[in-house]
């Protein structure tokens, strides 16, 4: 990981922590206590709901269906021609609306005391032709990114972070899917082409923390990192990813996402004419909804 993404991962936990020590914050107020002991929370405005403390259920179930616009900036070498590739936002948006045939992001989070188990998955299929520059693509590209993680609450750590107003923090550990498939051409600098066609499937694994912080009854600030790949076996040389979110509790079952993602792959395999290379940012905002059951 280069300094400056060091940087970004570190500045994202220092925010949350900046924020947990506001003097303005429900973290930084002190609950009444009834005479049994009982903490006695305040009640907010935008959802008429019980207290943090006690909605806090031995094992729940959430889905968030999401969106995710996104820019791709990196190389891509397909039989030992590297070439750039570029696809600002203004391109995405072009792509969406002409060429999009299937696109899905969700994820599914079950939970039960410590113990979480947290799917995110994220497909599309595009036929792009000749809109991405360097690129012809003679057939559907399609792009699949599977997420499946074990999480672990580290009780005493989210207790000094928060205790039980919310606050949780978790280490994970699992793996990355990632899929490529498509039947390109590209040309390279001087203006030779090269054609490539099938898949690339490899897993990653990766490990990370997650952190959630509650602002009050109706905000969360949540952020997640991991890193991965480590070169094993036909995984990535390396691969990171940063997720910072805010989500506003509208409903008890609903509430609103909103945040920014980082996804960082670097990715080798073959050799001389067979050589593929994917070393590839994937970045952009997301926004979804949360259902709880």
């Given at each position: 990981?280069?300094?400056?993404?060091?940087?970004?991962?570190?500045?994202?936990?220092?925010?949350?922590?900046?924020?947990?020590?506001?003097?303005?914050?429900?973290?930084?107020?002190?609950?009444?206590?009834?005479?049994?002991?009982?903490?006695?929370?305040?009640?907010?405005?935008c959802w008429?709901?019980?207290?943090?403390?006690?909605?806090?259920?031995?094992?729940?179930?959430q889905?968030?269906?999401?969106?995710?616009?996104?820019?791709?900036?990196?190389?891509?070498?397909?039989?030992?021609?590297?070439?750039?590739?570029?696809?600002?936002?203004?391109?995405?948006?072009?792509?969406?609306?002409?060429?999009?045939?299937?696109?899905?992001?969700?994820?599914?989070?079950?939970?039960?005391?410590?113990?979480?188990?947290?799917?995110?998955?994220?497909?599309?299929?595009?036929?792009?032709?000749?809109?991405?520059?360097?690129?012809?693509?003679?057939?559907?590209?399609?792009?699949?990114?599977?997420?499946?993680?074990?999480?672990?609450?580290?009780?005493?750590?989210?207790?000094?972070?928060?205790?039980?107003?919310?606050?949780?923090?978790?280490?994970?550990?699992?793996?990355?899917?990632?899929?490529?498939?498509?039947?390109?051409?590209?040309?390279?600098?001087?203006?030779?082409?090269?054609?490539?066609s099938?898949?690339?499937?490899?897993?990653?694994?990766?490990?990370?923390?997650?952190?959630?912080?509650?602002?009050?009854?109706?905000?969360?600030?949540?952020?997640?990192?991991d890193v991965?790949?480590?070169?094993w076996?036909?995984?990535?040389?390396?691969?990171?990813?940063?997720?910072?979110?805010?989500?506003?509790?509208?409903?008890?079952?609903?509430s609103?996402?909103?945040?920014?993602?980082w996804?960082?792959?670097?990715?080798?395999?073959?050799?001389?004419?067979?050589?593929?290379?994917?070393?590839?940012?994937?970045?952009?905002?997301?926004?979804?909804?949360?259902?709880?059951?």
């Amino acid at each position: 990981m280069s300094s400056r993404n060091a940087a970004l991962w570190w500045s994202c936990f220092a925010a949350l922590l900046f924020i947990q020590a506001l003097p303005g914050s429900v973290l930084a107020q002190e609950p009444n206590w009834e005479a049994n002991g009982s903490p006695i929370m305040p009640v907010s405005a935008c959802w008429q709901g019980c207290d943090p403390c006690a909605c806090q259920r031995p094992f729940s179930l959430q889905f968030t269906p999401y969106g995710w616009f996104t820019q791709m900036k990196g190389d891509v070498t397909i039989r030992n021609q590297t070439v750039r590739l570029d696809v600002d936002f203004d391109r995405t948006w072009d792509l969406i609306w002409g060429d999009l045939n299937f696109m899905f992001f969700g994820q599914l989070e079950a939970n039960y005391d410590r113990w979480g188990l947290l799917v995110n998955g994220v497909f599309a299929s595009f036929s792009p032709g000749g809109k991405i520059r360097r690129f012809q693509f003679n057939d559907d590209f399609t792009q699949t990114s599977l997420d499946t993680v074990i999480t672990y609450e580290l009780t005493a750590l989210s207790d000094r972070l928060g205790g039980c107003y919310g606050a949780r923090f978790e280490v994970l550990a699992g793996t990355r899917f990632n899929s490529l498939t498509s039947d390109v051409t590209v040309t390279g600098p001087r203006g030779n082409t090269v054609n490539g066609s099938g898949h690339q499937d490899w897993f990653d694994p990766i490990v990370g923390v997650r952190y959630r912080l509650p602002l009050n009854d109706c905000w969360t600030v949540q952020t997640r990192g991991d890193v991965g790949g480590f070169n094993w076996a036909e995984a990535s040389t390396f691969t990171w990813n940063i997720e910072v979110a805010l989500e506003y509790r509208w409903r008890e079952r609903l509430s609103l996402m909103a945040g920014y993602r980082w996804l960082d792959i670097d990715r080798e395999s073959g050799q001389g004419s067979m050589r593929f290379a994917y070393d590839v940012m994937t970045s952009g905002p997301m926004m979804g909804l949360t259902f709880r059951f």
